[in-house]
Nanobody, 121 residues
Framework: VQLQASGGGLVQAGGSLRLSCAIS??????YGWFRQAPGKEREFVAA????????YYADSVKGRFTISRDSAKNTVYLQMNSLKPEDTAVYYC?????????????????WGQGTQVTVSS
């Protein structure tokens, strides 16, 4: 199983970015995005079920970020709008073998390498 995250970059506050996570090997029960800022613990951002029918967001990104999945491409996306400087972090995608969407990092079996998002004020 391989997860390849991409799409990070430098953007001004209020701007947008779309992260992609290409997944090879198989499908999973749910998919998630996490982030880790310098000096902070990794935190949950968003998750989506295999069917796409269930999504779950951290309160800090609700209404600004949208997670989606393209089953044909086996790719998960994170559309990030109205970005704030506090969104600056390395963003990681992760997949869960069994179970529905969750914010528990320990529930995810495989992780991507991370992509840097930097939001300037």
């Amino acid at each position: 199983v391989q997860l390849q995250a991409s799409g990070g970059g430098l953007v001004q506050a209020g701007g947008s970015l779309r992260l992609s996570c290409a997944i090879s090997g198989r499908t999973f029960s749910s998919y998630g995005w996490f982030r880790q800022a310098p000096g902070k613990e990794r935190e949950f951002v968003a998750a989506i079920s295999w069917s796409g029918g269930s999504t779950y967001y951290a309160d800090s990104v609700k209404g600004r970020f949208t997670i989606s999945r393209d089953s044909a491409k086996n790719t998960v996306y994170l559309q990030m709008n109205s970005l704030k400087p506090e969104d600056t972090a390395v963003y990681y995608c992760a997949v869960r073998l069994r179970g529905d969407t969750t914010d528990r990092a320990s529930a995810y079996s495989y992780w991507g390498q991370g992509t840097q998002v930097t939001v300037s004020s």
